[in-house]
Nanobody
Framework: QVQLVESGGGLVQAGGSLRLSCAASGRTFSSYAVGWFRQAPGKERAVVAAISWGGDNTYHAGSVKGRFTISRDNAKNTVYLQMDSLKPEDTAVYYC????????????????????WGQGTQVTVSS
């Protein structure tokens, strides 16, 4: 079992920055691929970014590419999502998810493939 706890959300003005953290406990996190997802009111959950367990392969959705950066520190059992140049349309609840994978560079894009989820953290961007 892996427990995930997100933190770092809040209210920020457009153009501002936030850094989300996803802290894991329970098992060795270094063998888990991790994804960040978001869900806005009335919309489906969507993948924002993903990172392989080795940390050397990442994916960022087109809507956030160049503004958001996913990274991880396996020694701290934590994955981060640095969010810069925030826009009102980035307002959503952000979730991290984890799945144990075999290959160091494997990315997991689909939410249905993840085994563990955090409780979410609210990000609100005002215009």
């Amino acid at each position: 079992q892996v427990q995930l706890v997100e933190s770092g959300g809040g209210l920020v003005q457009a153009g501002g920055s936030l850094r989300l953290s996803c802290a894991a406990s329970g098992r060795t996190f270094s063998s888990y691929a991790v994804g960040w997802f978001r869900q806005a009111p009335g919309k489906e959950r969507a993948v924002v970014a993903a990172i392989s367990w080795g940390g050397d392969n990442t994916y960022h959705a087109g809507s956030v590419k160049g503004r958001f950066t996913i990274s991880r520190d396996n020694a701290k059992n934590t994955v981060y999502l640095q969010m810069d140049s925030l826009k009102p349309e980035d307002t959503a609840v952000y979730y991290c998810a984890a799945k144990e994978t075999y290959f160091r560079a494997e990315l997991v894009y689909s939410g249905t493939r993840y085994d563990y989820w955090g409780q979410g953290t609210q990000v609100t961007v005002s215009s």
